[in-house]
């Protein structure tokens, strides 16, 4: 897969450059970047078959499009985690699992478009065959995305 030490400066600046925005063309961040864009093109390309990259897509705030019933649903699981988590995967108002170290042995962000959908999803995860409870904290304002997140690769 590869990590980040075995990467020369210039890939760690297009990591840095497409973590912010990859709007626009090569030939753009090319020229952002001063380098050729053949030299982007195969470097970027590099990157994605090292699974380095893994995909593009916008940034959407959840909050404006109607999914304003947000919760991180900490789930003890006395069983069968790998069943537990492909479940979780299956699940579309999970936005995201961590298998997690402490009290819990996995966090669910949830996100539900009313509060009865947000109440059939967290009774859905507390009804998997190996979970044992959940603890649940509603979401009241998000202070910073996470999909702001830019790795300090420089």
């Known amino acids: 897969m590869g990590r980040i030490d075995e990467f020369d400066e210039l890939d760690r600046r297009i990591i840095r450059l497409l973590s912010t925005s990859s709007e626009g063309s090569f030939r753009h961040h090319a020229k952002e970047l001063g380098v050729h864009p053949t030299t982007l093109i195969q470097r970027v390309r590099n ?3 090292k699974g380095v990259i893994d995909g593009y897509r916008a940034k959407v705030d959840y909050m404006r499009v109607g999914f304003e019933h947000m919760g991180m649903v900490q789930i003890y699981i006395d069983h069968g985690m790998d069943s537990v988590f492909e479940a979780l995967r ?7 699992v961590f298998e997690v170290t402490g009290e819990c042995d996995a966090m669910a962000w949830v996100a539900c478009k009313d509060r009865e959908e947000f109440s059939s999803v967290v009774k859905s995860i507390l009804g998997l ?4 409870r959940t603890n649940t904290s509603v979401v009241l304002d998000i202070a910073k995305d996470p999909f702001t997140f830019v790795p300090d690769v420089l």
């Open 47 to 49: 990157l994605e078959s």
């Open 90 to 96: 299956g699940m579309t108002q999970v936005v995201a």
């Open 129 to 132: 065959d190996g979970v044992k």
